[in-house]
């Protein structure tokens, strides 16, 4: 299993996938000699955390063609909270991509590379899940599958769960171990958002932050199952908006009204038998016209 | 979860059902993940069979995957932006309110949450000529404000009528009746509602805190299901009849004492654009005045945090005095 970390780079060679998610985490799937499949869960802290903005930067990432620094793949987004802002997607992928503006042709075979999937209960986004089987073998481009959000059955599984957890988390379970086969199987990708269901009381959140500040917002609720198929926890939060008017104080005053957010990424590896958290690392990225811009 | 029934596709008779409940295959999820192989066998049903009876089940219930081009050409077609009638909240709101998504506005007692909905509901029915379909759960709705509001706009008798018509009002107190009533506007009621009278295109809940926050709170995990619930049947009715779901929510008091929208954090996931209204604080203390300023605290289109102030007194100005400015001083008479 090698895990290596670079700076923003996103390079396909035959059969290896580099996908960079942000400056910090870089994961690489080697095929030669052992693989690793990276199933990377997004939690968020507060509502506007700009997690959705990252899975659009990933998104055009992986559509745009390469010559405009994409990768060219297929990716599969399945939509349970009905979050997918089209026209924001294409307002993104237009101001990245390089070629001469309004070229329809280049946005359509851009847009043709995305699957849209509406789920509205968990058992349809099991049957879903199946279902996708029959395409992941159809389409050998489809790399990348977003889930936006894993969480969004939570509470109506556990009402119709009754007093049993076991029957509560069965759906969820269900799915994951689906999930766990298609990326053994598959060798694909899965970045899957979960939403947080209590507000952190702890102070306003310092500029230091250190694993141990990680308070009660981050813990996670979903089932055990998933905890263990999740291999990179990203947690996503809002800085303070008086901690980046210092920071930025000579700055336009148009920069220091932008929202900073911040990601900090605990990926714990699935070989070790203890589950000690390795590489805690954070960045912070700002939301523009033309999608995340990292500082 | 969609129980296994004879008859439910072809080849899928009752002694198969009943053999398959028998090794405790009930549903259509436990049949499409069990191992084939292994369920013929002891069903003593042949392997073809089954694998057909399976894609035929999966085929039916599953989501359709669809191609992003094909999703934005309709998103493109169908998508419209409804103006709320007041220039100073449009700009707030990025144009208006868009159709297919959810829009929320909160704010205290008497910040405007319902003047503003039923500003919009006669600028929609009366400017736009499309119906508007009010849920009222507050009993803050009064035909005789709708009427004042139109008589701001016209004089004519008949228009003001017409107008009216095309706002349909629906009253109810407690979330079951709300989930009846959205269950059936989307199964039928909104197309019923569009005959004659220009199509829906707006349907403003006022106010969703009022029939929810009773429920949430303490061990009973009901409450928050029915939240989302009706969250989802908001969400679909808006998506696939192209309306635009606008929904008004009380507020609380955060841990830093800031104001923040209610029913909690997993609600704030829900409206793709909120706003909070506030009473703007003026030094001279106009102990009545109509001016409120809306922040935009949740956008995925536009910087947060912009603020604009606009005049509750906007929809029901009189079109002969306007000189295309808001009137700051104007006090309620």
Wanted: glycine share 6%; hydrophobic share 35%.
């Amino acid at each position: 299993v090698c895990v290596c970390v670079c700076v923003c780079v996103c390079e396909r060679q035959s059969g290896v996938i580099c996908v960079c998610v942000c400056v910090c985490v870089c994961v690489c799937v080697c095929t030669v000699r052992c693989y690793m499949c990276v199933c990377v869960c997004v939690c968020v802290c507060v509502c506007v955390s700009g997690k959705t903005e990252l899975l659009y930067h990933l998104l055009c990432r992986c559509v745009l063609p390469v010559a405009t620094g994409g990768l060219e793949v297929d990716v599969v987004f399945v939509d349970t909270d009905y979050s997918l802002d089209m026209l924001r997607l294409v307002n993104i992928l237009e101001t990245r991509s390089t070629s001469s503006p309004s070229d329809e042709a280049e946005l359509r075979s851009c847009l043709s590379r995305l699957l849209v999937v509406h789920c509205s209960s968990s058992s349809q986004l099991l049957l879903t899940l199946h279902f996708l089987e029959t395409s992941l073998s159809s389409r050998p481009g489809l790399a990348l599958l977003l889930i936006d959000s894993i969480s969004a059955f939570y509470w109506p599984d556990r009402c119709e769960g009754g007093a049993s957890i076991a029957k509560q988390e069965e759906k969820l379970s269900k799915c994951t171990e689906l999930l766990g086969r298609l990326l053994r199987d598959y060798r694909i990708t899965v970045f899957a958002t979960c939403h947080a269901i209590r507000r952190s009381y702890s102070g306003p959140p310092s500029s230091s932050s250190s694993s141990s500040s990680s308070s009660e917002c981050d813990r996670p609720y979903l089932c055990r199952r998933w905890q263990r198929l999740v291999t990179h926890r990203l947690l996503c939060s809002r800085q303070e908006a008086a901690n980046n008017m210092a920071a930025t104080a000579g700055g336009s005053v148009e920069q220091r009204r932008r929202q900073v957010f911040t990601v900090n990424c605990t990926s714990s590896s699935s070989s070790s038998s203890s589950t000690t958290k390795k590489a805690y690392r954070s960045t912070s990225f700002y939301v523009t016209d033309g999608g995340v811009e990292f500082i | 979860m969609v129980v296994l029934r004879g008859g439910m596709c072809p080849g899928l008779d009752e002694d198969l059902v009943r053999g398959l409940r028998a090794v405790d295959i009930k549903t259509v999820e436990d049949l499409v993940s069990s191992d084939i192989e292994e369920l013929a066998q002891k069903c003593s049903v042949s392997y073809k069979a089954l694998f057909a009876i399976r894609r035929v089940l999966l085929a039916q219930h599953t989501a359709f995957p669809v191609s992003g081009a094909d999703l934005y050409e309709e998103l493109l077609s169908s998508t419209a932006i409804l103006s709320t009638g007041n220039p100073s909240l449009d700009k707030v709101l990025d144009s208006g309110l868009y159709t297919g998504e959810i829009t929320e506005l909160s704010g205290g007692p008497g910040s405007g949450k319902s003047q503003v909905c039923f500003g919009v509901a006669v600028h929609i029915a009366y400017h736009l000529k499309q119906s508007v379909i009010f849920i009222d759960t507050t009993g803050g709705l009064t035909a005789r404000r709708l009427l004042q509001m139109l008589q701001a706009e016209t004089n004519n008798t008949e228009e003001q009528m017409e107008a009216l018509q095309r706002i349909h009002i629906f009253r109810l107190f407690d979330v079951f009746s709300l989930l009846d009533c959205l269950y059936g506007l989307r199964s039928g009621r909104l197309q019923q509602a569009s005959v004659g009278g220009g199509s829906v295109k707006a349907v403003i809940l006022d106010s969703v805190s009022a029939v929810i926050s009773p429920l949430l709170g303490g061990k009973q995990n009901d409450g928050m299901s029915l939240m989302i619930q009706v969250a989802g049947v908001l969400k679909t009715m808006a998506k696939d009849f192209n309306v635009a779901a606008l929904v008004t929510n009380h507020v609380t008091r955060s841990g830093s004492g800031e104001l923040q929208p209610g029913l909690g954090v997993s609600w704030s996931h829900i409206p793709r654009t909120r706003i909070l209204l506030e009473r703007v604080e003026e030094a001279t203390a106009v102990s009545h005045s109509s001016l409120r300023s809306a922040t935009l605290i949740k956008s995925s289109r536009q910087p947060c945090h912009i603020k604009e102030e606009f005049d509750l007194q906007w929809w029901s100005r009189s079109k002969e005095g306007s000189s295309g400015k808001r009137k700051l001083d104007e006090t309620d008479s």
